[in-house]
């Protein structure tokens, strides 16, 4: 996947998450951020990267976005089919989210919104 792909994928989710909130809380209070991260994301990515992140970090946007893009690398090399839509469901329903039809609603608005943004650029 390049950079502008990824950087694309990622400015869509944001705006599917939060619509850029960096302060957002969701999920009764487990989601933070612009990209709406659990604790459970940034321990997995601390794990594999050794990187030290704390969930707080999270409402910090750098920070988002690389504990998002490492997750994302992590969970998608399990998929044959690298599309948007999902690696989207990647991201929002975990290992196996893109096999999981309950995220088939998230993966269908961050491709909408993921073509919104390609018109523009």
């Known amino acids: 996947m390049t ?15 939060s619509r850029g909130n960096d302060q957002a809380i969701g999920d009764h209070g487990q989601a933070y951020g612009c990209l709406q991260i ?3 994301c940034v321990e997995h990515v601390n794990q594999v990267y050794g990187t ?5 970090d999270m409402f910090v946007r750098s920070n988002a976005l690389d504990v998002a ?5 992590i969970t ?4 044959k089919h690298k599309t948007v839509s999902n690696l989207a469901r990647q991201y929002n329903g975990g290992p196996r989210g893109a096999w999981n039809t309950s995220t088939k609603g998230y993966g269908l608005k961050v491709s909408r919104e ?7 650029a």
């Open 69 to 73: 893009t490492k997750y994302l690398q």
């Open 38 to 40: 659990h604790k459970e």
């Open 3 to 17: 950079n502008i792909v990824m950087a694309l994928l990622l400015s869509a989710m944001i705006n599917v998450e």
């Open 76 to 79: 998608s090399k399990k998929l």
């Open 114 to 120: 993921y073509m919104r943004l390609t018109k523009g």
């Open 52 to 56: 030290t992140y704390t969930h707080r």
